[in-house]
């Protein structure tokens, strides 16, 4: 009889909680979208500076200062590119209940992930000690540099450690098939992250 | 044997620039049916990768940023 209330109210428990993740999931959602915006509104406002101080100058980039390595960013920017596609495949495959995929391209978005803070860390190694561009040194060119494409770098370095963190947890059983908000957030982000660097390559290496 | 990076990494920019065109682009024809806030941010952030897969690889054939050498 005690063990047959205990099950009962088990059950009622874990119907509870599915009530409360239903309930709570689109004001999560709304929560973690809001988060995005005001992230929004942080690069624009960098971005927009930036923008401004260029037109406002003599020429760009200013004189003794070289145009930035454009194949290297090319392919740096076809990494994250790639990240964020083989991010939507995973999320995909994690729906249709397919862990196996799930984890190659989870792990393959680390990796690329991974792979395009390698390639920063090349870019600034060159500007830094063949270009001596620095970011106090140089001017609006490399403060505005370094501080965004920094801002951004920070960004997919956080991005690296949540997903890791997401599919060690989807790994010990956290997600189910109906129950999965953690992943849908992190593939937003990550999409975020693309998503900012499409303008900052076109600003930094385009025009 | 000489490798010249630069075009190395342009050869690789183009090739990796037009699978993730047409992947990212594949998923959100597949996705353009579903419904949902989060489906629509989805199907935004999916349209503007596939954007940005094409601007690298523009800038990978030199369509773009090809700007001529300081003198």
Sequence with gaps: MAVASMSHGAIAEHEGADQLYVETRALRLQGFLLFLVSDCVLFSSFIFAYLYMRNSGQGWPPPGISRLDVSLGALNSVVLFGSGATMHYALENWKHNNFGRYAFFMLATILLGSAFLSGQAVEYTHLIFVEHVTWAGSGIFGASFFTLTGMHGFHVTCGVIYLTILFLQSVHGVYTKDKYFGLTAGTLYWHFVDVIWVVLFSIFYLI | ?71
């Design chain 2, 1 to 71: 044997m000489h490798i010249d990076v630069p075009i190395l990494e342009k050869t690789v920019a183009v090739v990796g620039g037009i699978i993730v065109a047409l992947v990212s682009a594949k998923a959100l024809k597949d996705d353009w049916t579903s419904v949902g806030i989060d489906n629509g941010v989805f199907k935004l952030m999916l349209g503007l990768l596939c954007l940005g897969a094409v601007i690298a690889l523009l800038a990978g054939v030199g369509v773009l940023g090809n700007f001529p050498k300081a003198a």
